[in-house]
């Protein structure tokens, strides 16, 4: 602890990624979330830890509910970023034999790039109501099943959402692109269980060796940035009359008991819940996709939802911090919910397992299913690690691909490559990115998550 710090500040991370740690800037940022008001137990940062906007990308931060602030920037800009995982009654073999058809066929139907548009259009009283009911909207429309919403985070739903605390350009911008994948790393990768660490929970999640799988990775599009662009602005210019001082007005932040507060939890919310209806639709697109590639109908294709995790999001919560039970607003920038064995938010199907854990690497690598721990409720506020991480910015990673074909890399790999946007290939190449078995080892070793299974990609469409 320095200066004007309220909490330690305590960082995740292996012996071999704290050399690049201390010359980050994200190291100063874990610094200035411990100095905001209300704040509890410790400033966290896990192995994937990078700049971000305010927070560091992989911060975690509870603040007390009553006395505390939440704060745009410990969010971040695409709310409800998160990840979809499927399991499918395919093989690696199956995907192999028809792998180019298949990456055509879902770039074809799966929209994505910027500012692309989806295939469901909104009038005003239908947004509303993806606003406030999330992914049952989209299952109620015909794009999914109800054991889809017994198979994510919060059933796929914040209820204290409220439309009315979104302004019009937020609400324009969200009725032409549900049900895409958006772009940078987003993305749909198609992939097998290429090792199994945990039988027990493999089984729980439904996941077999060299199982086809399916990984849906976007958030809430045009409609989440603008929230929080908007509330950004608002948070700065109240501030002073807050009381309270910050380190970086990037930290721009209210009283979560203020009316700015409770109106950006519940804008926040609205964005949530658009999340989790577009990746809801991206799933069942893509349903209807393997089943023309594979001609096959649902009950042999069999894909089955394992989990969908949001990152960037703030929860209010209830945890045990310094032996009593608090109620807090956890910010969760860049990281995963991993509640352990037990919780009562979890799904019946894994409750006795724990929560299912989906952490993504690069699009050559690997990715990672893990499951949350009653250590990371202790230590972390039931919170883990959420992807690889960059260790190169786009621009830096765009200067290091310079006359490579990073398409050829991939293909020679065995992984078919579909994408939209002149550098995205460059700017998302796995060396952009840090080493996802690495990241999975901390989380795994520190006990706040257990890993579970590893999967490989053979298809991948990137925004």
Not at 6 to 14: F, K, L, N, Q
Not at 174 to 180: A, D, E, S
Not at 412 to 438: C, F, H, N, Q
Request: glycine letters at 10%; one cysteine or more; charged letters at 20%.
């Amino acid at each position: 602890m320095t200066g004007a710090m309220r909490v330690p500040g305590i960082i995740y991370a292996g012996e071999s990624m704290l050399e690049a740690i201390k010359q980050e800037e994200a190291l100063k940022q874990v610094a200035n979330v411990a100095t905001l008001p209300g704040i509890v137990k410790a400033s966290l940062a896990m192995p994937d830890m990078h700049w971000g906007y305010g927070f560091p990308i992989g911060g975690v931060a509870a603040c007390d509910w009553d006395t505390g602030v939440i704060s745009p920037g410990g969010v971040g800009y695409d709310i409800n970023c998160g990840v979809r995982l499927a399991s499918t009654g395919l093989t690696r073999e199956d995907i192999s034999k028809t792998a180019v058809e298949l990456a055509d066929a879902l770039y074809r139907h799966i929209p994505c790039g910027v500012g692309s548009t989806g295939p469901v259009k909104l009038n005003a009283k239908a947004e509303k109501r993806v606003l406030t009911h999330g992914s049952s909207w989209a299952v109620e429309q015909g794009f999914g099943e109800d054991r889809d919403i017994e198979h994510t985070e919060d059933s796929g739903c914040m209820t204290n959402a409220d439309p009315d605390t979104l302004s019009q350009r937020a609400l324009e911008r969200g009725r032409q692109q549900l049900g895409t994948l958006g772009s940078g790393n987003h993305f749909l990768e198609v992939g097998f269980v290429e090792k199994i660490f945990n039988p027990e929970a493999a089984r729980a999640f439904g996941l077999f060796q060299d199982q086809a799988t399916v990984i849906l990775h976007s958030g809430s599009r045009g409609l989440g940035y603008q929230v929080c662009d908007d509330y950004l602005a608002q948070m700065v210019n109240e501030m002073p009359k807050a009381g309270f001082e910050i380190p970086d007005r990037q930290l721009a932040c209210a009283m979560i008991q203020s009316e700015a507060g409770k109106r950006y939890f519940n804008a926040m919310a609205c964005a949530a819940n658009y999340a989790w209806a577009n990746r809801q639709i991206l799933l069942h697109r893509t349903r209807e996709v393997f089943q023309q590639v594979f001609h096959i109908g649902p009950r042999a294709l069999n894909m089955n939802q394992v989990y969908d995790v949001c990152h960037n999001i703030a929860k209010k919560e209830t945890h045990t911090v310094d032996g009593r039970s608090r109620t807090v607003c956890v910010h969760r920038k860049g990281a995963t919910r991993a509640y352990g064995p037990g919780h009562p938010d979890l799904s019946l199907d894994y409750r006795h397992i724990g929560q299912p854990i989906l952490i993504p690497g690069d699009m050559g690598t690997a990715s990672y299913v893990m499951t949350g721990t009653q250590k990371a409720m202790a230590e972390t506020f039931g919170s883990t690690c959420h992807g690889a991480g960059r260790t190169l910015s786009r621009k830096a990673a765009v200067k290091a691909a310079k006359g490579r074909s990073i398409y050829r890399e991939l293909e020679d790999r065995g992984i078919i490559v579909r994408w939209s946007g002149k550098s995205t290939l460059a700017e998302e190449m796995p060396e952009a990115y840090k080493d996802i078995s690495m990241v999975a080892a901390v989380v795994h070793n520190a006990g706040i998550s257990a890993k579970v299974a590893r999967l490989k990609p053979l298809v991948v469409i990137k925004g």
